[in-house]
């Protein structure tokens, strides 16, 4: 079965997904926006909901620490529309189990509903 790098699409939502992990896309509210489909929705690791505005402005504000991700799997539910799914690991140790959708808006994919699971400590 072929991975998401051998899809321009998968890779696409991927490459989008992973750039909004950096430190310098998450610190500009631009930037940001640019991913986001203008009526995103998420539900945070901390059971609150966010929208654009707000998931931007919120991630500009915080001290940008790096956030890696594991075990990254893309898949089609529809000829537009990704679902893309990792472990997110911050710096500080925090995982979260981590799904996203991002939907095909003319020629560009957006991200349009997020969502983040914490995840108990390893060895706990």
Known sequence: MPGWQDDPDLRAAVEGELALLTPAVRGSVPDAKVLLHRDYTEIGQSGRSWDR????????????????AEGLEAVRLGSDVILVTYTSVRGSGSRAGRSSIWVREGDRWLLRHHQGTPLAQQGR
């Open 53 to 68: 505005d707000s998931v931007t402005a919120m991630m500009a504000a915080l001290d940008a620490e790096p956030i890696a």
